[in-house]
């Protein structure tokens, strides 16, 4: 007996030095009653003890993390600036692999919680920096990384590729930390349009939101990518909030012309142009290494002392707003479905108009700099 416990003992140090000196590691996560797949790539540069980045990189419905890896790759980025690429799979809904960003068709699939154990999986392995981890998604792997800055403090900035966030998760987000964003997206996305529809927000509605959300100054600096490819029907310009808390930016590449593609990469069946004038993952990374997580740039929660509403219940044409020596920068008012009735932004918001309300309950939520709030908004006969 105990010499069939020294083997085992010899056996799995032995598989635990080898797995360490993989480039690329592959495995399974038993979470949520699923069993879940991934791979991860660790850099030659990787040092034992000094604690390096960690990015997930997630793929778009219907594909899976040997795509995206091989199609949006950091990995020649992770060789020089050394740090882990997470390639993980999603579960499957009517055959599809897909992210789970809330309530997606029904779906009740904890992706967060599978993300966020997989990064503790992760850690238990190798020395991660925990104060930069990042993640990064190409279209529904988009709107899966907007769900994890408003779900999570796990990530210290994320970036998002020809997705967006639906209706439902921009009404609902009120996140703990204010979070740096980069977004790039094409004017010409046939999937998820530039402008948004009846499911999802437009891209510039997006990056608004959470410029406010990182108390950046909302008049950005607009400049134009240089057109390196003439022949790739397609330009773009880097659009940035700046003067955030603790420095943050949220940056948008807009891509004149483009399609729902990965800007730098030309991928086999790519729906419209792809701009060849600059690289994603080389801005992504570039976004990414300007930060970590701070949790003391915390948005604190208002409680209804510190923010006044009235008249509550309300008959009148508008309410009136007072935040003590804050001032307000967004109003969203949402009805009991969580459908958004209204929206106003501006510098120091004191009223919003409610004359088009019909009686019922509302949710009123606000946000300032380093603030946000909500109460309960209830309309009366008039």
């Not at 909030?241 to 943050?248: E, F, L, R, V």
């Not at 069946?269 to 949790?295: H, M, P």
Request: hydrophobic letters at 35%.
């Amino acid at each position: 007996m105990l010499l069939r416990y020294v083997l085992f003992l010899i056996f799995s140090i032995g598989g635990l030095k080898h797995t360490l000196t993989q480039n690329t590691v592959n495995g399974t996560l038993s979470f949520g009653g699923i069993e879940r797949s991934y791979s991860f790539y660790v850099p030659a540069s990787y040092t034992p003890g000094t604690p390096a980045p960690l990015v997930i990189n997630l793929h778009g419905l219907g594909t899976d993390g040997a795509y995206q890896a091989q199609y949006r790759d950091f990995r020649p980025i992770a060789d020089t600036a050394g740090f882990i690429v997470v390639h993980p799979d999603g579960s499957t809904l009517f055959g599809q692999r897909f992210w789970n960003y809330g309530n997606v068709l029904g779906s009740t699939v904890d992706d967060v919680g599978f993300l966020e154990s997989l990064i503790d999986v992760i850690a238990a392995q190798y020395t991660i920096n925990q104060e930069r981890v990042y993640c990064v998604g190409m279209s529904n792997g988009s709107f899966m990384s907007y769900y994890l800055a408003c779900q999570s403090n796990r990530f210290a900035a994320i970036g998002a590729v020809t997705g967006s966030m639906s209706v439902t998760m921009y009404n609902d987000c009120m996140p703990q930390y204010p979070m740096p964003v980069i977004h790039i997206h094409g004017t010409e996305d046939g999937v998820n349009p530039y402008g948004g529809n009846s499911t999802m927000k437009g891209i510039e509605e997006v990056v608004l939101f959470w410029a406010n959300q990182n108390g950046c100054n909302l008049t950005p600096e607009v400049t134009s990518v240089p057109d390196n490819n003439t022949n790739d029907n397609a330009t773009a310009q880097r659009v940035v909030y700046s003067g955030g808390i603790n420095g943050h930016t949220v940056e948008l590449f807009k891509v004149i012309g483009g399609g729902h593609t990965w800007p730098g990469t030309v991928v086999p069946g790519s729906t419209g142009n792809v701009c060849l004038d600059f690289k994603a993952e080389i801005e992504i990374w570039r976004f990414f290494n300007q930060y970590q997580r701070a949790e003391q740039a915390s948005i604190p929660e208002f409680k209804e002392s510190n923010v006044t509403v009235w008249p509550n219940p309300t008959s009148l044409e508008a309410i009136y707003l007072k935040a003590e020596g804050n001032p307000i920068h967004t109003i969203v008012i949402t009805d009991q479905s969580g459908r958004e009735v209204v929206r106003q932004t501006g510098d120091d918001i004191q009223s919003v108009r409610v004359s088009k309300l019909s009686p019922g309950s509302y949710l009123l939520k606000g946000a300032g700099k380093q603030y946000s709030f909500s109460e309960k908004l209830i309309i009366v006969k008039k």
